[in-house]
């Protein structure tokens, strides 16, 4: 069965500081991976996606996330972050053959301090 | 701009009662997801349809909970009888199936006591 790991509950950061979110999956075949961002009292939003290709992929807001097959890893980053990025985020294992079922990560809390 | 949503986005009700939760999926949407989220669980799916069929329903209590698509464009996701650890937000969201990308629904914030 697929999981996800994302290793870090919470996360503080410096506004204009950089952010690296980290994200390990488990997954037999070759993955979808998904990264999403929650805000208080919000759904949830989709930032961007790996499904093959070039392994770095760009999102929105700014973020983008590299994908690392050797390191089974899926991590999520952006240069410079603003107040706005505070958020929960969470990466996502989709199971293509169940018609994109996600397995979701426990999430990471981030703080920006101003 | 589309959406999905959800109806009520907050309940509160006593133990032993009956609790539906709607979501209306984006139209053209043919796979709707019903999860649940908890401090304790994080992020759990309860089931999901496509083409108004049930695909799996495994994440679900079967004693008490329902779900169900009367129609393309209404998902309903029932308890009964609702319990005090059922208190939770519940998001539906739904893709289509060529991009799979879920868009999600505000939640409904579920309080038994």
């Known amino acids: 069965a697929q999981s996800v790991t994302q290793p870090d509950i919470h996360i503080t950061v410096s506004e204009g500081a950089s952010l690296e979110l980290r994200c390990n999956y488990s997954?037999?075949?070759?993955?979808?991976l998904f990264w999403y961002v929650q805000s208080p009292g919000q759904g949830l939003q989709l930032l961007l996606k790996?499904?093959?290709?070039?392994?770095l992929v760009q999102g929105i807001k700014g973020f983008e996330a590299e994908f690392k097959r050797s390191q089974s890893s899926f991590n999520l980053r952006k240069p410079s972050v603003h107040w706005s990025d505070a958020a929960e985020y969470f990466c996502?294992?989709?199971?293509?053959?169940?018609?994109?079922?996600?397995?979701f990560g426990g999430g990471t809390r981030v703080l920006v301090k101003p | 701009d589309a959406r999905v949503t959800q109806t009520p986005r907050h309940k509160v009700t006593e133990m032993g009662q009956e609790v539906t939760m709607r979501c209306q999926p984006i139209?053209?949407?043919?796979?709707v997801f019903w999860y649940r989220q908890t401090m304790m669980q994080g992020l759990e799916l309860l089931a999901y349809f496509r083409n108004r069929a049930p695909l799996d329903d495994s994440g679900m209590p079967k004693d008490r909970f329902s779900a169900e698509m009367p129609d393309a464009t209404l998902a309903t996701l029932k308890i009964q009888p609702s319990e005090p650890r059922d208190s939770a937000v519940y998001f539906c969201a739904s893709d289509d199936e060529g991009t799979y990308e879920q868009y999600f629904g505000p939640g409904t914030r579920l309080t038994v006591t």
């Open positions: 790996y499904f093959s290709g070039d392994t």
């Open positions: 996502a294992v989709g199971e293509w053959a169940a018609g994109n079922k996600l397995t």
């Open positions: 139209l053209g949407h043919n796979t």
């Open positions: 997954y037999g075949a070759t993955p979808y």
